[in-house]
């Protein structure tokens, strides 16, 4: 399934741009942590295309955006949520079930998860189990080998 594109626009120039949080083609812009959440507001994942075209055009204006208090904490707690996946640890059942795959099949799935999650704490954790997976599968490889 595809992720539906999102379009956010600028909130100093009132310019296109894909991404809230990026940085503006129009001026350059790239918002501060105080401007995220407005900046978030200022975009399809929290507004119609019809409230953006309008913010656009207000902001275009010159007009100052003045979100109420429960857009902004709605914007602020999507916020919060998507930084904590990018704390993403594997939990205790998560390592010892990549371990034991890794053991017994193959540590490939465990260097998957550390490719997959390579900008969170859970690659280090994947790469952990799956070296040591490696290692006692190569072990096990040479034992049979030699008795």
């Given at each position: 399934?595809?992720?539906?594109?999102?379009?956010?626009?600028?909130?100093?120039?009132?310019?296109?741009?894909?991404?809230?949080?990026?940085?503006?083609?129009?001026?350059?812009?790239?918002?501060?942590l105080g401007?995220?959440?407005?900046?978030?507001?200022?975009?399809?994942?929290?507004?119609?295309?019809?409230?953006?075209?309008?913010?656009?055009?207000?902001?275009r204006r010159?007009?100052?955006?003045?979100?109420?208090?429960?857009?902004?904490?709605?914007?602020?707690?999507?916020?919060?949520?998507?930084?904590?996946?990018?704390?993403?640890?594997?939990?205790?059942?998560?390592?010892?079930?990549?371990?034991?795959?890794?053991?017994?099949?193959?540590?490939?799935?465990?260097?998957?998860?550390?490719?997959?999650?390579?900008?969170?704490?859970?690659?280090?954790?994947?790469?952990?189990?799956?070296?040591?997976?490696?290692?006692?599968?190569?072990?096990?490889?040479?034992?049979?080998?030699?008795?």
């Amino acid at each position: 399934m595809a992720a539906i594109p999102v379009r956010s626009v600028c909130v100093r120039c009132g310019g296109d741009k894909e991404l809230p949080l990026g940085r503006c083609p129009a001026c350059g812009h790239v918002p501060s942590l105080g401007e995220r959440a407005l900046s978030l507001l200022s975009s399809t994942r929290m507004l119609s295309e019809a409230e953006l075209l309008e913010v656009q055009s207000r902001i275009r204006r010159g007009e100052a955006l003045r979100p109420s208090a429960a857009r902004l904490h709605a914007a602020a707690t999507l916020l919060l949520d998507e930084g904590d996946s990018a704390r993403r640890t594997l939990t205790r059942a998560e390592e010892i079930g990549l371990l034991v795959l890794s053991i017994l099949l193959t540590p490939l799935p465990a260097f998957a998860v550390a490719w997959t999650w390579r900008d969170t704490p859970a690659a280090g954790q994947a790469l952990r189990v799956a070296v040591i997976g490696l290692v006692v599968n190569v072990a096990m490889g040479w034992s049979a080998a030699f008795f």
